[in-house]
């Protein structure tokens, strides 16, 4: 079946820092890969999408890009903000037919001043 | 317009009690969803509901679980006998198309934190 595998949290960053969370993923076909946030106290809210292969999907600064030879997906942003600090879900939804969407652990990312 | 909401936001009950998590979903979305982070791990789907009708309850991890959405609009799921290991956080999510992620997004409540002692 289709599994997402991420990185182990908590990362814990200095303001202004570059940030990679690393996910991979086992699916058959091709599927859409997502990365979900949840800030404290809120529910998760879809940051970035891509839907095939080679598509990068970005928001808020960050991207991630669909590499279907690597079967990964990693969240990057370029410099994070305190206001970043969050839980990141990467997930996936299968090709064809009636899918349900697959997560990953989830990655606890603090950004300290 | 109102988010997906979840009531309680957190519960503590102890080990053989019922309870019994309701999900408001936003208005107009017929599919509903209920899923589960236990301890850190990973989100896990329970069940999906197309109004009023059971999708797919394939995630649902046994018969202690009972969830419904009588007339389609709000969700109950209803856990009885609670056992410990059924602490976590249930999340609901809510969305008009049925092809989620493709064309049209889901939306989550912030969760109901259930812990059971």
């Known amino acids: 079946g289709n599994s997402v595998t991420q990185m182990e949290g908590p990362v814990t960053l200095s303001e202004e820092a570059f940030l990679t969370i690393n996910c991979t993923y086992t699916a058959t076909g091709y599927p859409s890969l997502f990365w979900y946030v949840q800030y404290p106290g809120e529910g998760l809210q879809l940051l970035l999408k891509a839907t095939k292969a080679d598509d990068k999907g970005s928001n808020k600064g960050f991207e991630a890009t669909y590499r279907k030879e690597t079967t990964s997906f990693h969240l990057e942003k370029g410099s994070v903000q305190v206001s970043d600090s969050a839980v990141y879900f990467c997930a996936l939804k299968g090709s064809g037919g009636y899918q349900k969407v697959t997560f990953g652990t989830g990655t606890k990312l603090q950004v300290i001043p | 317009e109102a988010g997906v909401t979840q009531f309680p936001s957190h519960s503590v009950i102890e080990k053989g009690q019922t309870v019994t998590l309701r999900c408001d979903p936003i208005?107009?979305?017929?599919?509903l969803y209920w899923y589960r982070r236990v301890m850190g791990k990973e989100i896990k789907f329970l069940l999906h509901?197309?109004?009023?009708?059971?999708?797919?309850e394939s995630g649902m991890p046994n018969n202690r679980f009972l969830a419904e959405r009588t007339g389609g609009t709000y969700s109950t799921l209803k856990v009885q006998p609670a056992e410990l290991e059924d602490s976590g956080v249930y999340f609901c999510?809510?969305?008009?198309?049925?092809?989620?992620?493709?064309?049209?997004?889901?939306?989550f409540g912030q969760g109901t934190r259930l812990t059971v002692v």
């Open positions: 999510a809510s969305s008009q198309d049925l092809m989620w992620g493709l064309n049209t997004e889901a939306f």
């Open positions: 208005s107009g979305h017929d599919n």
């Open positions: 509901f197309v109004k009023e009708s059971k999708q797919d």
